[in-house]
């Protein structure tokens, strides 16, 4: 997963700072970064482009401060995540109306940033979905994987699960595994894939899924214990 950082700051040798901070933020945590830098508000804002998952936006700036250049951001774009950098705390309560994440305050120490990083990392991951072709009878529908509850092998077939239907399709489970790669699914045992973001419980050895009982093999057990928390915590 490359993520694509915009950093639009008038005070160069702040640029510079950050970009060293996203190549550490790379080195320590295994995180590929795609970046662009900009001078000043109306850089980023003329011909705006929906490719960026996160903008560091300076504040102040001289043609265009970053509170104005974050309300022509969300007309063009509500999902990017917008971190205000500041050396102003009062343009927190502002920032709201932009659905800015948060604010960061100069001096900028690398632990606040990395810690604000990881949680707009996080926050990407969590939105992070992948459309799946099915085959039925009526033709082939897409199916996006945050629909799925869980899918579970019967033969030479899977069994898709939505909270609406379900659907019968040829494969194997290992190859869905692979498919579904990165997002928020793990095996429980052998037979079943499940959506983490659908578990609702885990009892004894089984994991509840709405209405659904779904036995955790006792070999997967311990990995599907840390797969799940790790989700909750925000780092899958």
Known sequence: ????????EDNLQFTE??????ERYKTENGV?????????GDEIT??????????????????????SAAETIRKYDQEVIIIFITNM???A??????????????PLPYFAFSQELTKSIERLRKRKQKAILIPTENGIIKLNSQEILFIESFGHDLIIYTEKQTYQIRGTIKRMEEELS???FFRCNHGYLVNLAYVSAVKGDEVIIKTHQLKIS?????????????YIGGTV
């Open 89 to 91: 705390a009062q343009y």
């Open 32 to 40: 590929e970064f795609i970046t662009y830098t900009f001078t000043d």
């Open 218 to 230: 006792r070999p997967r057990k311990k990995s599907f214990m840390l797969a799940l928390t790790q």
């Open 17 to 22: 700072t950050l970009k060293q901070y996203l």
């Open 182 to 184: 990165g997002l928020s």
């Open 46 to 67: 003329s011909d705006y482009e929906a490719k960026y998952d996160i903008i560091f936006l300076d504040v102040e700036m001289k043609r265009l401060d970053g509170m």
């Open 93 to 106: 309560i502002s920032g709201y109306h932009v659905g800015a994440l948060s604010f960061l305050l100069k």
């Open 1 to 8: 997963m490359k993520i694509s950082i915009a950093i639009v």
